[in-house]
């Protein structure tokens, strides 16, 4: 069914194909939403599926209207697949997150977190001490001069 594969990071995805000729079953996958613009895809969403045999599976997405919106048309809907079979969510979603990361898709923004670091910068009262004695010191040279 899929000739085309695209390498997106360290994967290679199937396809991609136009969204309106995918069809089901779909098991254990990540899926990027491409928009095409001329020779060019940009992936404005990507996602994962447990299990599916719904016809509806894209077009019932919440994101759905988002995708719509950036691509222009569901005739500029694209979909690339990067099937995991022996995956579990964890692993899938560790990939999606990869993904959104480095290509920050438009309609995933509610799911790109601001990485914040696992610790709190606190002044200690000994650091305090020594600014306040740097600014005497300081200006009593000022006064010296």
């Known amino acids: 069914m899929y000739s085309l594969s695209i390498q997106i990071l360290q994967y290679e995805f199937l396809g991609p194909i136009p969204i309106s000729e995918w069809g089901p079953p779909m098991e254990k996958l990540v899926y990027l939403i491409l928009s095409r613009n001329k020779d060019k895809f940009d992936i404005i969403y990507a996602g994962d599926c447990q299990k599916t045999d719904d016809n509806s599976f894209f077009t019932s997405n919440k994101k759905f209207q988002c995708w719509l919106k950036q691509s222009g048309s569901e005739q500029s809907l694209y979909l690339a697949i990067l099937p995991m079979f022996e995956s579990s969510d964890e692993k899938r979603r560790n990939v999606i997150q990869k ?23 606190r002044a200690s009262e000994e650091s305090e001490k020594d600014s306040e004695e740097s600014e005497k010191d300081s200006e009593e040279s000022d006064k010296d001069e």
């Open 99 to 121: 993904i959104i990361s480095q290509y920050k898709p438009h309609c995933n923004s509610d799911d790109i977190h601001e990485s914040k670091p696992d610790y709190v910068v």
